[in-house]
């Protein structure tokens, strides 16, 4: 896994989206279905995602199945880096 | 007069085979509805209810998801003549717990008959139902009557009267005792014929919605409209539109849809997070009209929304807006779709200070005011002062209504119905002044926030807060701050605590975050841990929250400007 994906979504949602910087995301922490990003700023993740490293996310992938921690989700980014 | 039974009823004999809605569902195709397979699926469910041995009159709680089951059981609780209400579905967000004693709260004060969900869903209601209780039925979507052929004349729907209570709007206020709006046959059809009136309503017309149905909005506007109109309807869940806005451009232009309703934050939402890939081909000229409405209204949303999409045919008169409460069944004023909603610039310090809308003086701070409209021809305004007199135009006051689409009364709530209704005007709360004829509304009376359409009481919020341990109650406050950018309020919570230690403070933040959104499901934007004797009180100790909200804007600010990043 490469951790360079998850300090940026770490970042990412650390600053953009909890407003709080400094604020440390255990890459197994729930994001979703602890509350922490809410629906809206889910699309606005993606649209991170997608921009950052130019891959595609499905609008049906967005729930907390693919995308409810920062290893899941890096892992998602990966394997589209790879084809 | 006629009852929403007969109407729909009528509407099938004459044309059983026009599309009534087309439901859609992101993982399915689209799946239209006739005329006539929507009174065939609400007969099953009538037929069920029957059979379960629930009264005309009885309510009728349902608790299922954007589904055919939602509509057809809307309907079955219509044809027989009993009282449906419509809740929303347990969240992924949402604790279980909290969402249990929500519903035995209110079970205890609507006192259904009957409860319809879900086999996957049976225990968690069950789990809210106490001995004793009004609810005799728990209807699975799995133990349904055999699908037959409609006979009608069984139907104790058919002869309900114009004044009996068709059904429940609940108020999305998210813990305690909700208020049940009980609308009658007689209000529904006079808010129909107004706000049908005031649009122009033909039977060319298309509604495209994406609301929840459990809001007026969505049920009045996005649902019973166009069913009772013989309108067609596009409908697609808020689910998937959170997550994929641009299904409503899609099918804007696949249907030809003519009118929707969005609340304010939807107009940014659309602008900022659809990306070019997803609009290739669309064509939104057939839109006459997109309907701000639920929030505050903001000029600025409809300049984003209309740059935006003005190259796929967007026209800018189709941006309008309308004042609406479910307690009037649906709309109250509603701005004239032949010219876009007058925008008005008033002095800003003769607004705050005096409580007046005036033309700005040179050189002074403005306000940029958008109008919702002129009452419907069924509506009177008024702006009331503190005393509930009357006040002239220009003054901000609380508006007031009185109508022929009047609720009958909140559901078991004498109380609070009494307390609303003053000499046969409503007191809606909000905060507005009349201009010309038209509606401005400037704010509200109570310090509700209003976030993505939802009404949030903040002591809800605040209490949530006191239930985590190391904050106290009374040393936190909830406000809602406007964000230009998302067109909607941002809910803040400040919780005083009495550890100095940061890293325990993050604790403290997170579990604030996580307690409150598990219990209310509204997402907090910034969580801000202080010490001790942070939070200004009254001097009768009640907490202050405007001037805490300006305290904290304050900090918010100077931190900006010392270039440190704030928290």
């Known amino acids: 896994m490469s951790d360079s994906i998850l300090i940026v979504l770490e970042q990412y949602i650390s600053s953009k989206i909890l407003k709080q910087p400094d604020r440390k995301i255990n890459p197994e922490e729930f994001l979703i279905s602890s509350g922490m990003i809410d629906s809206f700023s889910l699309v606005d993740l993606a649209l991170f995602v997608e921009d950052t490293f130019n891959v595609r996310i499905e609008d049906a992938e967005l729930n907390a199945q693919t995308f409810n921690s920062l290893n899941q989700l890096a892992a998602l980014i990966e394997s589209r880096l790879e084809k | ?567």
């Not at chain 2, 002129?374 to 007199?389: A, F």
């Not at chain 2, 109650?473 to 550890?499: C, K, L, Q, Y």
Request: aromatic letters at 8%; one cysteine or more.
């Open chain 2, 1 to 567: 007069m006629t009852t929403l039974a007969e109407r729909l009823y009528a509407i099938q004999i004459k044309s059983p085979e026009r599309i009534a809605v087309y439901l859609q569902d992101s993982r399915k195709p689209d799946h239209p509805i006739t005329y006539r397979q929507l009174l065939r699926g609400g007969y099953v469910y009538a037929r069920t209810f029957l059979r379960k041995e629930i009264m005309p009159g009885e309510v009728i709680i349902l608790i299922l998801q954007h589904s055919e089951d939602l509509i057809y059981s809307f309907w079955g609780a219509i044809l027989m003549g009993a009282i449906p209400s419509i809740m929303p579905f347990l969240t992924e967000k949402l604790s279980p717990e909290r969402y249990r004693t929500d519903l035995a709260a209110l079970i205890s004060v609507t006192e259904p008959a009957a409860i319809v969900t879900y086999p996957e869903f049976e225990a968690e209601v069950r789990a809210a139902l106490k001995p004793g209780d009004s609810v005799r039925a728990v209807i699975r979507t799995d133990e349904l009557a055999p699908e037959s052929e409609p006979d009608i004349a069984i139907l104790p729907g058919l002869i309900r009267t114009p004044d009996d209570v068709a059904l429940l709007q609940h108020s999305s206020g998210t813990t305690g005792l909700q208020k049940g709006v009980a609308l009658s046959h007689r209000a529904i059809f006079n808010q129909l014929d107004a706000y049908g009136q005031a649009l122009a309503l033909n039977p060319e017309d298309v509604t495209v919605s994406w609301l929840p149905l459990y809001h007026d909005m969505g049920l009045i506007a996005g649902f019973l409209m166009p069913i009772l109109s013989g309108n067609s309807l596009v409908l697609n869940s808020p689910f998937d539109w959170v997550r994929a806005p641009h299904r409503l451009m899609q099918a804007v232009s696949q249907y030809k849809g003519t009118l929707s309703w969005l609340p304010n934050f939807a107009y940014n939402f659309c602008a900022q997070k659809i990306r070019d890939r997803y609009l290739e081909g669309v064509d939104l000229s057939s839109w006459r009209a997109v309907i701000n409405c639920s929030e505050p209204v903001h000029w600025e949303s409809h300049r984003i929304f209309y740059e935006r999409f003005r190259s796929y045919g967007l026209k800018l008169e189709a941006l309008q807006t309308s004042y609406a409460m479910a307690e009037n069944v649906f709309g109250v004023t509603q701005s004239d779709l032949s010219r876009p909603p007058k925008v008005e610039e008033i002095d800003r310090e003769m607004f705050m200070s005096d409580r007046k809308a005036c033309p700005p003086i040179d050189g002074h701070p403005i306000l940029k005011m958008m109008s919702s409209g002129r009452p419907l021809s069924n509506t009177q305004i008024r702006i009331l002062n503190e005393h509930t007199k009357a006040l002239p135009n220009g003054n901000v006051g609380e508006i007031a209504l009185k109508s022929d689409c009047m609720l009958t009364g909140y559901y078991h709530r004498p109380d609070a119905t009494e307390k609303a209704i003053i000499d046969g005007w409503f007191l809606t709360g909000d905060y507005g002044y009349i201009s010309n004829e038209e509606v401005f509304v400037s704010g509200r009376k109570k310090d509700m926030i209003i976030v993505g359409g939802r009404n949030v009481y903040p002591q809800d919020l605040e209490s949530l807060s006191y239930e985590v341990p190391g904050v106290h109650a009374g040393r936190s406050v909830a406000f809602g701050v406007f964000n230009p950018e998302t067109g909607t309020e941002d809910v803040v919570i400040v919780a005083e605590v009495d550890s100095a230690n940061e890293a325990e403070q993050q604790k403290i933040a997170d579990k604030i975050r996580e307690q409150v959104t598990k219990n209310s499901a509204i997402a907090l934007r910034h969580v801000k841990v202080v010490d001790p004797k942070w939070i200004l009180k009254t001097s009768s100790g009640k907490t202050a929250r405007t001037a805490n909200k300006e305290k904290f804007l304050n900090e918010l600010e100077n931190q900006k400007n010392s270039k440190k990043i704030p928290s």
